[in-house]
């Protein structure tokens, strides 16, 4: 374990994790471009949930080759990969049940999104987050979530249009799911607020 967690430590590795993420960054924008397109400015920063959260993770990782920590920038990445990674490889799931099968997209999203979620927990050690970067990082996905399903700025799954409320509802207990986590690995562990290096 010693040995993974140096591994995930290695510059070259942190390189290509920062590039990587960078693409998928810039690939998930293109991808919500129909939708940004139709999107009220006030809803803009909302809306395109999966490339933000990598872009989060963005700045971590380039703190990081920096010999930094940005807290803030580390608990809304936790908790955002974790949410949306999960909640989308769900929802490509159950487009394949509804639709009774997926285009080739749909399988690349579930693998991106589902590692998405694990990059999130694996560097959770390295860290620094206190109570105040939870809280703000918790506020953002919560007030996401308003906007998403209040305000009906969702990402389009247009063959799960009538589950609507159903998903709204679920993504709401994911929101909470993923700050428990968030909260696990970064502050119950040492049984009080971690201090800054």
């Not at 959260?53 to 608990?75: M, R």
């Not at 809280?135 to 009538?162: C, G, K, Q």
Request: aromatic share 20%.
């Amino acid at each position: 374990m010693v040995r993974f967690y140096a591994f995930l430590q290695y510059r070259e590795f942190l390189w290509a994790l920062l590039l990587v993420n960078a693409a998928g960054t810039v690939y998930g924008y293109i991808w919500y471009g129909s939708q940004l397109a139709e999107t009220p400015a006030r809803f803009l920063p909302f809306v395109p949930d999966s490339p933000t959260a990598s872009l989060f993770f963005v700045f971590v990782l380039t703190a990081f080759l920096l010999g930094k920590n940005w807290p803030l920038f580390e608990a809304l990445a936790l908790v955002t990969l974790f949410k949306y990674g999960i909640w989308a490889v769900v929802m490509n799931i159950l487009t394949f049940i509804v639709e009774d099968g997926l285009p080739w997209e749909g399988y690349m999203l579930i693998a991106s999104h589902l590692a998405m979620a694990v990059e999130g927990l694996l560097y959770a050690p390295f860290y620094r987050i206190r109570g105040v970067h939870l809280a703000v990082a918790a506020v953002w996905t919560l007030h996401n979530d308003v906007i998403d399903y209040v305000f009906m700025m969702y990402p389009r799954y247009h063959s799960l249009a009538e589950y609507v409320p159903q998903i709204g509802y679920f993504t709401f207990w994911l929101s909470m799911v993923s700050i428990g986590i968030a909260y696990f690995f970064c502050l119950r562990k040492t049984g009080n607020f971690p201090k800054e290096n």
